[in-house]
């Protein structure tokens, strides 16, 4: 597994092949690519800064690792998250998953970024004709990691 | 009892605290973290809204997300910060 948290951009295309190319066993490689939108609530937002808590958010995004190789059978995910001050169109994080089929793999993409949104500790700041606000949490993102825990329920 | 707070987000610029070393008394314990933000909401007003207010305020000890009855103990890294919104 591996987990950076940077100020730097990452290369998407970069890290996919890395983790394709590891080992001869990958039959499918799912990745996330999140980026920073102009407009958010209604209001044009000219920029994001990305606070985060160091050391607690690198062990809460491998915990969220632990936990998908638990789950399911995939080979490895890599999870890149930015900090720092980005402008629309930025990349903010990628999450890329490999494993022998594309069903764990799609699965495993989906759970990991739904735990990172409501669980690793980074908050966002945006920056809007009005100045700046801090963006709220949506109780969409509390749902969206729910479902997975009635999906566990019923398999029982 | 001793421990290292760290505010995030909205708490550090509103309380303008990033972090600070907290002395908390052992006849008063046993701690947990909603006694602590008691003590804390004390401060003031903007404390109470922040801490005990409407606001949601999660908290972590020792770098794991925490309920309100955790306890703490001597030497916890305690954090106190808005619902994430990374990603």
Same mark, same amino acid.
Not at chain 1, 48 to 64: N, Q
Not at chain 1, 88 to 100: E, K, M, N, T, W
Not at chain 2, 57 to 71: F, W
């Given at each position: 597994?591996?987990?950076?948290? #940077?100020?730097?951009?990452?290369?998407?295309?970069?890290?996919?092949?890395?983790?394709?190319?590891?080992?001869?066993?990958? =039959?499918?490689?799912?990745?996330?690519? =999140? #980026?920073?939108?102009?407009?958010?609530?209604?209001?044009?937002?000219?920029?994001?800064?990305?606070?985060?808590?160091? =050391?607690?958010?690198?062990?809460?995004?491998?915990?969220?690792?632990?936990?998908?190789?638990?789950?399911?059978?995939?080979?490895?995910?890599?999870?890149?998250?930015?900090?720092?001050?980005? #402008?629309?169109?930025?990349?903010?994080?990628?999450?890329?998953?490999?494993? =022998?089929?594309?069903?764990?793999?799609?699965?495993?993409?989906?759970?990991?970024?739904?735990?990172?949104?409501?669980?690793?500790?980074?908050?966002?700041?945006?920056?809007?004709?009005?100045?700046?606000?801090?963006?709220?949490?949506?109780?969409?993102?509390?749902?969206?990691?729910?479902?997975?825990?009635?999906?566990?329920?019923?398999?029982? | 009892?001793?421990?290292?707070?760290? *505010?995030? /987000?909205?708490?550090?610029?509103?309380?303008? *605290?990033?972090?600070?070393?907290?002395?908390?008394?052992?006849?008063?314990? !046993?701690?947990?973290?909603?006694?602590?933000? /008691?003590?804390?909401?004390?401060?003031? +007003?903007?404390?109470?809204?922040?801490?005990?207010?409407?606001?949601?305020?999660?908290?972590?000890?020792?770098?794991?997300?925490?309920? +309100?009855?955790?306890?703490? /103990?001597?030497?916890?890294?305690?954090?106190?910060? !808005?619902?994430?919104?990374?990603?």
């Amino acid at each position: 597994m591996t987990v950076r948290v #940077q100020t730097e951009d990452f290369d998407a295309g970069f890290e996919i092949n890395q983790l394709r190319k590891a080992r001869k066993d990958v =039959g499918a490689v799912v990745s996330f690519v =999140g #980026q920073v939108r102009d407009i958010n609530e209604g209001d044009e937002v000219s920029q994001l800064t990305l606070e985060h808590y160091p =050391g607690m958010t690198e062990k809460s995004l491998e915990a969220i690792i632990t936990q998908v190789k638990a789950r399911w059978n995939i080979i490895d995910v890599l999870i890149i998250h930015r900090v720092g001050t980005l #402008q629309p169109c930025d990349q903010i994080v990628l999450v890329a998953v490999s494993g =022998g089929h594309r069903g764990e793999a799609f699965a495993a993409c989906e759970f990991v970024m739904d735990y990172l949104k409501t669980e690793a500790p980074f908050w966002k700041k945006e920056a809007t004709p009005s100045g700046e606000r801090w963006v709220e949490a949506k109780s969409s993102d509390d749902d969206a990691r729910e479902r997975w825990n009635k999906a566990s329920e019923s398999k029982q | 009892m001793k421990i290292k707070l760290f *505010y995030f /987000a909205r708490l550090k610029e509103t309380l303008k *605290y990033s972090t600070e070393d907290l002395e908390l008394a052992d006849a008063d314990g !046993p701690w947990t973290v909603l006694k602590l933000k /008691a003590l804390l909401a004390k401060r003031g +007003d903007v404390w109470g809204q922040m801490l005990m207010g409407k606001l949601k305020v999660r908290a972590a000890i020792n770098h794991e997300l925490v309920h +309100d009855n955790a306890t703490i /103990a001597n030497g916890d890294e305690v954090a106190f910060f !808005p619902p994430v919104t990374g990603g």
